[in-house]
């Protein structure tokens, strides 16, 4: 009777390879996820793509000059927005990084905001 319960407990130790409790995954949960069992409707929402302002209005150039245009795109600690944040592509990323820059220059735009 021994030897019939010896593969048994055999089986579920940590030598074994699968099957044991512990086999699900680095999660530790069931279903391998770590905050427990795998969620069916993960979410609903769909974000909607942004769109780089200056593409829809077909800009050439952005002029430094005109700070009502270029202060949405600063933080009140005078800091440039990131393109994720704005949306705006890379090309005219760069163009309203050195517009920002030139405005802070000249005074058109703060560096930082008073504290």
Known sequence: MAEENAPQQQSYGSSG???G????GPGGGPGGRPGGPAKRGKRSFVR???VCRFCVDK?????????????PFI???GKILPRRMTGT?????RWLTVAIKRAQNIALLPFAAEL
């Open 17 to 19: 390879g699968g099957g």
């Open 21 to 24: 409790p512990r086999s699900s």
């Open 48 to 50: 909607k793509k942004k």
């Open 59 to 71: 800009a050439d150039f952005i002029d430094y000059k005109k700070a009502e245009i270029l202060a």
């Open 75 to 77: 933080q009140e600690r």
């Open 89 to 93: 592509c890379s090309r005219h990323q």
